[in-house]
């Protein structure tokens, strides 16, 4: 079970970015994927996470109506799209799935908004 996280990047406030976690070693469509996120100096944080029948639950107020999730199973792919990004979006954005009670993290990507 291996996933991969990619798309981030500098982007001034207001700006949009759509991270992906690309999945490999396993049938994505059986699993639930989760982004979370972590700042300098702060703790991990979920921010949302997808279903493996598609419905979305998020875990940071601050990012509904702003971040989208979505998944391609086909493309064993699961997609992160950030609008209206602030500043306090910066951190590293790491994707998470569990199987067998055993918690699979991609590498991360970091995401950097400028004012």
């Known amino acids: 079970v291996q996933l991969q996280a990619s798309g981030g990047g500098l982007v001034q406030a207001g700006g949009s970015l759509r991270l992906s976690c690309a999945a490999s070693?396993?049938?994505?469509?059986?699993?639930?994927i989760g982004w979370f996120r972590q700042a300098p100096g702060k703790e991990r944080e979920g921010v949302l996470c997808?279903?493996?029948?598609?419905?979305?639950?998020y875990f940071a107020d601050s990012v509904k109506g702003r971040f989208t999730i979505s998944r391609d199973n086909p493309k064993s792919t699961v997609y992160l799209q950030m609008n209206s990004l602030k500043p306090e979006d910066t951190a590293v954005y790491y994707c998470?799935?569990?199987?067998?009670?055993?918690?699979?993290w991609g590498q991360g990507t970091q995401v950097t908004v400028s004012s």
């Open positions: 998470k799935t569990r199987s067998k009670s055993r918690d699979y």
């Open positions: 070693g396993f049938t994505l469509d059986h699993y639930a």
């Open positions: 997808i279903s493996s029948r598609g419905g979305t639950t």
